[in-house]
């Protein structure tokens, strides 16, 4: 008879999952037993946190939760942070885990692997942590977890798995996929609300979020009827196009837009938690809405956190946006006219003041973007990251994505980068990550190397934690422990079996990139902060 893991392993394929990322213990041998009847590909990361990484950038190009097969204890406090990144980001991971027999849990009996609680500790990281203590919880605890992935904010959810349960006869629970239900949908005296507020508007701000990452065209088709100047979150970048005419980027901590948006006679707000990392990156809390704001998010909660909104609608961001063009179809609107001239004017007061060092980073993800179309950059938390945060347009949403926000972790870019490239593996996927950040997860080269995922790796060297050394430097702190060792990285990717190269020019770095993208295994570029074609940038 088939146990509990044969059975969730064909569970978990009956919801189209395809992938499945994990360190097999002990504790965990028999969530594999069922893998060989299924489709899914199990990809072997070198330590948990890569595994919970790779799943979020597989997650982030799928839509689907990312899934982890992880060990009792350690595996689970190594998954930790990347759980803790995923949740940040509303993004939809299932963490399946292992914990000691259903008779030890609580017990404190020195057990292999053993935690005091470990749901306890996980729950603070996940949308809800389970302990499954029958196989017959299976189905319905499964249904839970996508209920949430597919109509609710996405998060990670934790699933233990007692020793004995995993094995326990399951034969007889049902195979098939519950009923999921749908996003909800706006309700319509809300819509006329805003349509009314909207209407009225002289100097209307949208604001969008990751929750529009999947409602482009709603998007686009909303801010354009509305004529507004429009900003979009790091997770929301691609929600307009490159070049779009209303659009001012991600840049809500530059004082020209902050003062558009305070000037502005009603925000409207989509699927953003209007959280520090995307309106306040300078950390001063310079940013602030005074005018009624209009808040769209699937998320009751989040409705009303940061900012009180004066209406409030929950709902899906497509469905809520639909509703909401149509509404000021109905009334007869026709907007001003004034936002693209609006959002050149803040524009060019902003751009004029860009940093010099954003020059030579600038020309880096010009040559990335133009010579890859199509790339998929997954960044880390690295200076070329944060004026790209800045100045980058993706082609398309779910195209640059990065651990400076939200949690904040280093050595996300890596791994995430993997996940991707084994989500889209005909797409350029590249790891934007700096020497310090790629030092916590560098062994996962290996794991990219075994799982034929030729990412690209575009180390940004400048031999240090140099955004810290220069924050260290601004305040006249001593900048103790940021002027760190940094290995030959050239020789430890070839060690792991990848490409290594290190370009002399921008030239180069277009040649290597092209190699990069046809070859079956991972190249890692290696761009110095103070080489000649890099510092040709930075004045004398
Ligand atoms: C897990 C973790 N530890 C520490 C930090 C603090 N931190 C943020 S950026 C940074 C420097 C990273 O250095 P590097 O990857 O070389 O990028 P650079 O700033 O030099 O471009 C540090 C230490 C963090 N964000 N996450």
Sequence with gaps: MSTCGEILVELLEAYGI????????????????????????????????????????????????????????????????????????????????????????????????????????????????????????????????????????????????PLDVITAPAGHLRRTVAALPSRPAPAPGAIEQAAALLQKAQNPVVLLGGGCSDAADDARALVEALDAPTLLTINAKGVLPPGHPLSLGSNQSLEPVREMVRAADVVLAIGTELGETDYDVVFDGGFSISSPLIRIDIDAEQLSSNYPAAIAILSDAALAMAALRLQLERNGFSAAGQGAQRVQDVRARFEQDWPQAFRAQQQVLETIQQTLPGVIIAGDSTQP??????????????????????????????????????????????????????????????????????????????????????????????????????????????GFGCHAVAPASFAELREQLLLAADATRPTLIEVREDADFITAFTPA
């Design 385 to 494: 990251v944060y004026s790209g945060n800045h100045l980058y347009e993706a082609q398309a949403p779910r195209r640059w994505f990065n651990s400076s926000t939200g949690y904040g972790t280093l050595g996300y870019g890596l791994p995430a980068a993997i996940g991707a490239k084994i989500a889209a593996p005909q797409r350029p996927v590249v790891a934007l990550i700096g020497d310090g950040g790629i030092q916590f997860t560098v062994a996962e080269l290996a794991s990219a190397v075994e799982a034929g995922a030729p990412v690209i790796v575009l180390l940004w060297n400048n031999s240090g934690y140099g955004e810290i050394k220069r924050y260290m430097q601004n305040r006249d702190i001593p900048t103790i422990g940021v002027d760190i060792y940094t290995p030959d990285f050239l020789a430890i990717a070839r």
């Design 18 to 161: 395809d992938t499945v990322f994990g360190i097999p213990g002990v504790h965990t041998v028999e969530l594999y037993r069922g893998l060989p009847n299924t489709r899914i590909r199990h990809v072997t990361p070198r330590h948990e946190q890569g595994a919970g990484f790779m799943a979020d950038g597989h997650a982030r190009i799928t839509g689907k939760p990312g899934v982890c097969f992880i060990i009792t204890g350690p595996g689970m406090t190594n998954i930790a942070t990347a759980m803790g990144q995923a949740y940040a980001d509303s993004i939809p991971m299932l963490v399946i885990s292992s914990v000691n027999h259903s008779h030890e849990l609580g017990l404190a009996g020195g057990r292999l692997h053993e935690l005091p609680n470990q749901r306890q500790l996980m729950s603070g990281l996940s949308a809800f942590s389970h302990t499954l203590m029958r196989p017959d919880e299976l189905p319905d605890v499964l249904a839970r977890a996508f209920s949430i992935f597919s109509s609710a904010r996405p998060r990670p959810v934790h699933i233990e798995i």
